[in-house]
Nanobody, 113 residues
Framework: QVQLVESGGGLVQPGGSLTLSCAAS??????MGWYLQAPGKQRELVAR???????NYADSVKGRFTISRDNAKNTVYLQMNSLKPEDTAVYYC?????????WGRGTQVTVSS
């Protein structure tokens, strides 16, 4: 069973930065993604990286967030810059194996003065 563990969330001021990490129990040579879920709202895609390394981002984070992976460490990262209060949410790591879909428990990101 694949386990995904997110870390790196916390409280930051507007304009600040955070780096989220997602450590997988096994290989991350699958499509990986970051999703957010704000209070009272549905889960939404933030960023995704395919097996071939192609990246895509939600329009709201383009130019501010960067997804990357370190296959040797079985870890996916989300570098978050120029954070806004609207970015406040729980961020979830996802692994898409095609037939199977795995999720972490999430890490809280709060952007506030």
């Amino acid at each position: 069973q694949v386990q995904l563990v997110e870390s790196g969330g916390g409280l930051v001021q507007p304009g600040g930065s955070l780096t989220l990490s997602c450590a997988a129990s096994g290989t991350i040579i699958y499509a990986m993604g970051w999703y957010l879920q704000a209070p009272g709202k549905q889960r939404e895609l933030v960023a995704r990286i395919t097996r071939g390394g192609r990246k895509n981002y939600a329009d709201s984070v383009k130019g501010r967030f960067t997804i990357s992976r370190d296959n040797a460490k079985n870890t996916v990262y989300l570098q978050m810059n120029s954070l806004k209060p609207e970015d406040t949410a729980v961020y979830y790591c996802n692994q898409d194996q095609g037939v199977y879909d795995y999720w972490g428990r999430g890490t809280q990101v709060t952007v506030s003065s």
